[in-house]
């Protein structure tokens, strides 16, 4: 499909909203919510050498409102929610609660702490103005038109000089962490490149590894669900998280503007399958994480990023959730409590 249509809103604090495919405005009255004001750091881990980001506002955060109090809604007389729009086909806004700022004032010092100031850009996307369903639910349409915006919020974050990594996820369900019951996802522009997909780049310094592992689940075939389309969707033989998937694009391209539209559509309806899959699996919605890795946008060149979305679903079996307890968490070993060959052979079942 062509580039959606896409219609840009600064909200009064600054905060801008994009609006893509059709959308009715707003009815007469509409007030916008406000950022919330806090403290907003990065903050250097010498033990681990990685970034921490600090914001302090995110402790007040709307926290799974009824149905009438949805901040994702369109609004209504007498209800302004987070969109200025009474009904819309996709919706885009930067958070309200971002885990990110961009700010001119430098922290006071801290002793012992490497303090920097915050950057970045933290974008909450709107799957629909419809407030039941899922990702798993959208309708071929917006499934499309879903994945195109991902494309367009990705070209206009990579062009920003204070962006470097741009990481488009969803978390899903209350067992996530979810704090909206509304489908959505986010994207998060981070000013450096993150520990794990930067983990999987220098992997691929000799090449690109995802090209080797691609061949070697398709020769192995075991663990193989989806191989068509110029997709290959697998449960990996060293998976971390029970029923854990990998969705790969076959060509060796970076990032989803390498993909050519019929690609992109694709993959949205590969991805769509494999939640799906999660939901039958149980028979009650799962519960999980989905991280699309991309070419970093630094500026430098990254031959080895190959496209590709990771899975973790939580629950390892019916009513019982994955917990990253002391193994995890304290060592970073993780412990999967069953074979990924069994697992994708569940999986196959169900898709």
């Known amino acids: ?22 959308h009715t405005p707003a009815p007469a009255g509409y007030q916008a919510p406000s950022i919330q004001p806090g403290a907003y750091q990065r903050r250097w881990n010498p033990l681990r050498r990685e970034w921490v980001l600090v914001a302090a506002a995110r402790q007040g955060r709307t926290f799974l409102p009824d149905r009438s109090q949805c901040p994702l809604c369109g609004s209504t007389p007498g209800h302004s929610t987070e969109i200025p729009a009474a009904r819309f ?3 885009v806004f930067e958070n309200r609660f971002p885990g990110m ?42 499934l499309d038109l879903l994945v195109e915006v991902w494309t367009d919020r990705y070209r206009a974050l990579a062009s920003r000089e204070d962006v470097q990594y741009v990481f488009i ?20 522009a981070y000013p450096f490149i993150p520990p794990v997909p930067d983990i ?13 592992l ?32 990998h969705l790969v694009v076959r060509a060796h391209l970076g990032a989803l503007p390498d993909l050519p539209a019929a690609g992109r559509r694709a993959l949205g309806s590969a991805m769509q399958r494999v939640a ?11 519960p999980y994480m989905m991280a699309l890795h991309q070419r970093p946008t630094d500026g430098r060149d990254h031959p080895q990023a190959h496209l590709h979305a990771e899975f ?17 968490s304290g060592a970073g070993v993780f412990i999967n409590d069953t074979l990924a060959e069994e697992s994708a052979a569940r999986l196959r079942q169900r898709m």
């Open 214 to 245: 691609l061949a070697d689940e398709l020769a192995d075939g075991r663990r193989v669900l989806i191989g068509e389309r110029g997709l290959v969707a697998y449960v990996p033989g060293y998976a971390r998280w029970p029923y854990e998937v």
């Open 101 to 142: 700022l961009a700010t001119a004032d430098r922290p006071p010092p801290e002793p012992g702490v490497r303090i920097e100031p915050s950057s970045g850009v933290c974008e909450v996307v709107v799957y629909t103005d419809e407030h039941e369903g899922s990702f798993g639910t959208l309708a071929p349409q917006r």
């Open 312 to 328: 973790y679903p939580i629950m390892r079996d019916q009513g019982k959730l994955k917990y990253l307890a002391g193994s995890e």
């Open 200 to 212: 999987e780049l220098r992997a691929g310094s000799r090449g690109c590894l995802q090209c080797r």
């Open 169 to 188: 996820f969803e978390n899903r369900g209350e067992a996530v962490g979810v704090t909206l019951h509304h489908p959505h996802g986010q994207i998060y």
């Open 1 to 22: 499909m062509a580039r959606p249509a896409r219609v840009t809103i600064q909200q009064p604090d600054g905060r801008h909203v994009y609006l893509y495919g059709d």
């Open 276 to 286: 799906r899959a999660y939901d039958s699996l149980f028979g009650v919605p799962m």
């Open 89 to 91: 086909d996709a919706a």
